[in-house]
């Protein structure tokens, strides 16, 4: 922790670092200059993530000069991406009316954002800074050298007050354009650098009197006024812990979460200073005011809480900046307008990202959003933490394309659409040029998809798709693994044609456990063919498996004009709010006999998606379960279950009613059970994953002698015959058909389960480890390993090891399953648990299994399919 003697009147700093830019007038500050007066007040103002939002620009000024008329000595700074990833108007243009318009805003200073570099580094020397009347600061971007690649800070000064401003870009960047734009460039640690140059200013003499930090880089929450926000990304703990003591204020940028509150300074107890981030689009000003100590108290201190002021409340403000910015928006909309207003295709309903609950919620069973939407060009939902209606949509449209146009080979063609590639939403209602309701015009077609990337093609294997199903839980630039707690999520969208189910508590590269394309398990070793934006097949995002693919090929037209080709080819689009994807996670149940499956990532956060208040689990013969969809609280160490349920908390627990009952409980083999996940109401979501499920020893307390017991939910039996007939009796076999599915004499024939059928290609014979075992079904050499074929497959310390991997998923077998139990919870007036589990270790169940074999009662685990790497 860094720990710095008492403020200074006038804080003595370098003239030196290298490319720094210093004063405004481009002067040093002289020493022994007349520093800020005690009691003297300041008024910091910041926004981020512009993203050319024109239609926003002259609500943000008019806030911005309300701000100064109310304050004596204000300053304006940028938190980064001013431009990239753009609103129509702006792309249009190249983002130079953005430019323009933070010219005439008056921005004092700025940190380079990760989309600067969306166009090449030499597009933001030679294009952007120079176009640019302050200074972009990025203290922790250095070249082949080593030396700093931009100017690191800025001394702005206004009514005698001199702030040091310093600025820093997020490391993300190295994953969120394309490493050819960047190329030679390193992004290091943003609160060292800033540290760093605090350091260098403090030991070679500049004069200032208070210190700003400007991140491109923020919670992965949003907060409450007054209240820190919700956040899991340690970089945000280590700039809110970290920075060094002498800084005043911070401002936030790049995760376009909400939030203005005072943090505790380090090293100084009873301190505290400012940390704001204010969305992205112009949808908020941040303000904070500060006002220097008296006597030998130097601080600034906070004078005005910090806060955040929409920008979409009334204002009436008009002065030089106001119209000139609002002139400057206005011709960029009206020279865009000509070519975006035509008519590219029609919509049946709103097709947008996922809004989580800060923003959306269900009302009469329908996803809307809890404010007015009064401005559709920069009001968008934006939680990349899920998948979406849009998501789905644009990777339909990439396959959809590729195949049309005849370029899609003899593959299997998947389309991958990355969450932060989506950049609006598609509205139903007409915008204010008043095309129509349903119409879609280029403009908005445009900024959807703004980024102009070419649309590729490439080929990978099976096991690497699914390793890129994995990298959606970002890792480091090199590929490999990273500290416990530090990765995020990025929910990428496949295209119609794939699901898959993944066990989000699971450990890195271990969580994908079944995936499919057209309903059958994905081939590790067969060949498919991906299409999706260059950016993400050179490592954009991370998707460092997906830059390792064969036969890259451009298919020669941009990601918007193939999505636009997609919306002509199919008018009245509907939205789709089907979940490709689930979360499960397996756990243990209330009895022996029961396990429950704890699902989540079932609804869609997309505006217009129905709430989705129960899922059922069909297993064929072996009984139909269901189960309420709903909130379920947080585990008892305050943690969520899942990644997916972490944002809203919405999962089902589905108890597979004695379900170690009914399977058989006579083949040491195991027995693999399709399940499929189903939502209620239907929404298109209909996931489809293997079980194994393995039995030794005596049937659990409760099961009869022959291994049957009350008919699990759902099952067609009338309840008269309570009874099964011994194994191998005819009229077990006439109780396995259709009609009789789920009655107690199928489930307990044991011809029908422990038979041909069960021991034939999808299950192997009665070795464990022979060839059909070993099938890509199964997945060869792991299932015939020895965690699967040894003397351990039967034994009490070996219930469940074998999990975490399936065909394809990446994961090596004889990993453990994932998560800790938290034991048995209590439960609420409906049945339900009132603390969410997490998902249960295998090596726990097989503990319990292990006990339960001691007290006669008999080992049991229910697993994930194992499968191959």
């Excluded at 449209?397 to 659409?417: C, Q, R």
């Excluded at 709903?630 to 627990?653: F, I, K, R, W, Y």
């Amino acid at each position: 922790m860094r720990v710095h003697p008492a403020r200074r009147a006038v804080r003595g700093a370098t003239v030196g670092l290298g490319a720094a830019a210093l004063a405004v007038s481009g002067a040093l500050v002289p020493m022994g200059a007349v520093a800020a007066e005690p009691g003297q007040q300041i008024t910091l103002m910041g926004f981020n993530d512009f993203h050319g939002a024109l239609g926003g620009a002259s609500a943000l000024a008019c806030q911005v000069e309300t701000v100064r008329a109310e304050s004596d000595t204000s300053f304006l700074f940028s938190a980064g991406d001013n431009v990239g990833g753009s609103a129509f108007e702006s792309a249009v243009q190249n983002d130079e009316p953005t430019i323009d318009v933070l010219n005439a805003l008056g921005v004092d200073a700025t940190a380079i954002g990760n989309h600067e570099y969306d166009q090449g580094q030499d597009d933001l020397f030679d294009r952007i800074e120079p176009r640019t009347e302050f200074a972009d600061l990025a203290a922790n971007v250095y070249d082949a050298e080593g030396n700093r690649a931009h100017d690191a800070y800025q001394i702005v000064e206004r009514d005698g007050v001199k702030v040091a401003v310093i600025g820093a870009v997020t490391t993300k960047t190295v994953g969120k354009v394309s490493p050819a734009a960047i190329e030679g460039l390193e992004f290091g640690d943003p609160v060292d650098a800033v540290n760093d140059v605090m350091d260098e200013l403090e030991a070679e003499g500049v004069e200032y009197d208070a210190a700003v930090a400007l991140y491109h880089e923020g919670a992965s929450g949003s907060g409450e006024p007054g209240a820190a926000p919700s956040n899991s990304d340690p970089i945000f703990e280590k700039i809110v812990s970290e920075t060094d003591p002498e800084v005043d204020a911070i401002f936030n940028g790049d995760s376009h979460r909400t939030y203005a509150y005072q943090a505790p300074v380090p090293g100084q107890e009873g301190e505290t200073r400012p940390i704001l981030q204010t969305g992205s689009s112009a949808a908020n000003l941040g303000t904070v005011t500060l006002q220097r100590g008296e006597g030998e108290d130097t601080d600034w201190d906070v004078a005005v809480e910090p806060a955040l002021r929409p920008t979409g409340e009334e204002c009436g403000t008009t002065t030089d900046v106001t119209t000139e910015v609002t002139s400057i928006a206005q011709t960029a909309i009206d020279e865009a307008a000509v070519v975006g207003a035509e008519p590219v295709g029609s919509i049946a309903g709103d097709i947008t990202t996922s809004w989580d609950d800060s923003k959306a919620s269900y009302t009469d069973g329908v996803r809307v959003a809890n404010d007015p939407v009064t401005n559709q060009a920069t009001t968008k939902g934006d939680n990349r933490f899920r998948h979406s209606a849009a998501g789905n949509m644009l990777a339909d449209s990439m396959k959809w394309y590729l195949e049309d146009a005849g370029l899609d080979g003899e593959n299997e063609v998947i389309g991958f659409m990355n969450p932060g590639g989506i950049r609006a939403e598609l509205w139903d209602a007409s915008s204010p040029t008043g095309e129509g309701d349903g119409v879609v015009t280029y403009a908005e077609a445009n900024g959807m998809v703004p980024f102009g990337n070419t649309l590729n093609s490439g080929e990978v294997s099976g096991a690497q798709f699914a390793q890129m199903l994995e990298e959606q839980w970002q890792r480091t630039a090199d590929g490999g693994g990273v500290d416990e707690g530090d990765e995020s999520f990025l929910a990428f969208s496949v295209s119609e044609n794939v699901e898959y189910a993944f066990d989000s508590s699971a450990p890195q590269d271990e969580r994908v456990f079944d995936v499919r394309v057209n309903g059958e398990p994905i081939d590790p070793e067969g060949t498919y063919t991906i299409v999706t934006a260059s950016f993400l097949f050179e490592g954009g995002d991370n998707m460092w498996a997906l830059s390792e693919a064969q036969d890259v090929r451009d298919t020669g037209v941009l990601d918007r004009d193939a999505f636009i080709s997609y919306l002509e080819a199919n008018p009245e689009l509907e939205p789709d709010y089907s979940q490709r994807q689930i979360d499960v996670q397996f756990l243990e149940g209330d009895d022996e006999r029961s396990p429950t499956l704890l699902l989540s990532g079932l609804e869609s956060q997309s505006l217009g998606a129905p709430e989705i208040t129960s899922v059922t689990v069909d297993a064929g013969e072996y009984g139909t379960f269901e189960a309420p969809y709903g909130p379920v609280e947080a585990a008892a160490d305050g943690e969520q279950p899942s990644t997916m349920a972490a944002s809203d908390g919405l999962a089902a627990e589905v108890t597979l009613t004695d379900w170690y009952c009914e399977v058989p409980a006579d083949t040491a083999e195991g027995t693999v059970v399709p399940l499929t996940i189903t939502a209620v109401p239907e929404t298109g979501t209909e996931i489809v994953f293997d079980t194994y499920t393995e039995i030794t020893g005596d049937a659990p307390e409760g099961c009869d002698d022959d291994g049957s017991t009350t008919p699990p939910p759902g099952d067609g039996d009338d309840g008269d015959d309570t009874t099964t007939p011994p194994p191998g009796d005819d009229e077990g076999d006439d109780q396995g058909s259709d009609d009789d599915q789920g009655s107690d004499d199928d489930q307990g024939a044991g011809d029908d389960q422990g038979s041909d059928d069960q021991g034939s290609d999808d299950q192997g014979s009665d070795d464990q480890g022979s060839d059909d075992q070993g099938s890509d079904d199964q997945g060869s050499d792991d299932q015939g390993s020895d965690d699967q074929g040894s003397d351990d497959q039967g034994s009490e310390d070996s219930q469940g090891t074998s999990t975490g991997g399936s065909t394809g998923a990446g994961a090596s077998s004889g990993s453990s399953t994932t998560g800790d139990p938290v034991g048995d919870a209590p439960t609420t007036a409906d049945g339900r648990s009132a603390l969410a589990r997490t998902g249960t270790n295998a090596g726990v169940l097989a503990a319990i299994a292990g006990a339960l074999t001691l007290t006669g009662a008999g080992a049991i685990a229910l697993r994930h399919r194992v499968g191959r790497r």
